[in-house]
């Protein structure tokens, strides 16, 4: 390699320190204001917009399950077709339904183990209640 042609390479790598001292140097200066922060996009979900869930429903003709854990809140829904009492053995609870109409229960599962629901003067089981352990 002639002198020359050293003598240019060491120009360029003069230039390029140069070059890169004045980047470095104005990106770090207090005289600019820092840019803006960026604007992020956030993603909030929305409310559920679904209605309150619902209790089960049990009508006569057919033996509902239910299950829960100790300390849930039992709820569910009875229609009849006949005018009666619904009583949820153990639980010692009874409502009146007339035909037609719904009822809802609604009570803490305090005791465990497995329940009758029935239609009481027709003795008919329409539900079983199971209350588990926690």
Same mark, same amino acid.
């Given at each position: 390699m ?9 120009a360029?790598?003069? /230039?390029?320190?140069i ?6 140097g104005s990106? =770090? =200066?207090?005289?600019?204001?820092? &840019?803006?922060?960026r604007?992020q ?5 929305? &409310?559920?917009?679904?209605p309150?869930?619902?209790a &089960?429903?049990i009508?006569? =003709? ?20 006949v005018?009666d ?10 409502k009146?339904?007339? &035909? ?21 003067? /027709? ?9 588990d352990?926690?």
């Open positions: 002639s002198r020359a042609q050293r003598l240019t390479f060491l360029i790598a003069v /230039a390029i320190a070059v890169a001292a004045i980047l470095l990106s =770090g =200066g207090d005289d600019e204001e820092p &840019p803006p922060p604007a996009a956030t993603v909030t979900p929305e &409310p559920a917009a679904t309150k869930a619902e &089960p429903l009508t006569s =003709g057919k033996l509902t399950k239910l299950r829960f854990k100790q300390g849930d809140t039992v709820r569910f829904r009875v229609r009849s077709d005018t009492e619904v009583h949820v053995h153990g639980y010692d609870l009874m009146d339904v007339e &035909p037609g109409k719904e009822i809802t229960f609604s009570f803490p599962a305090e005791i465990t183990g497995i329940f009758e629901i029935e239609l009481e003067n /027709a003795r008919q089981q329409i539900a079983q209640l199971r209350v352990p926690r």
